[in-house]
């Protein structure tokens, strides 16, 4: 049983930059892809950028690219999303979340539903 724990969220001015982290309590993070989305107010959740199981393969949503860059540390069993040149549109609660499987279309995995662990949120607030 994978049990994910966000944190490092918090309020930053546009243009700053935050590192989310989703901490494992469980089995390696190795063995699962990772993906991180958010949800903003009144909004559906949506896929920010995903890192691929066993491997260095990273995926990011079009307004993530060249902004988000999302990593793993084997030894501390955590998952990072470093974000910069924040902006107010990136203001949401963001989640990560674990699957084991694998899927030919990368698309697949900016499906929220084939995810089977999701940690709790931690909430970005991008306001000046």
């Known amino acids: 049983q994978v049990q994910l724990v966000e944190s490092g969220g918090g309020l930053v001015q546009p243009g700053g930059s935050l590192r989310l982290s989703c901490e494992s309590y469980?089995?390696?993070?190795?063995?699962?892809?990772i993906g991180w989305f958010r949800q903003a107010p009144g909004k559906e959740r949506e896929g920010v950028s995903v890192l691929r199981r066993s491997s260095t393969i990273t995926v990011n949503a079009d307004f993530a690219r060249g902004r988000f860059t999302v990593s793993r540390d084997h030894a501390k069993n955590t998952a990072y999303l470093e974000m910069s040149n924040l902006e107010v549109a990136d203001t949401a609660i963001y989640y990560c979340a674990a699957t084991p499987n694998m899927y030919d279309r990368e698309s697949a995995y900016f499906n929220d539903a084939v995810y089977d662990y999701w940690g709790p949120g931690t909430q970005v607030t991008v306001s000046s």
């Open positions: 469980g089995p390696a993070l190795e063995c699962y892809t």
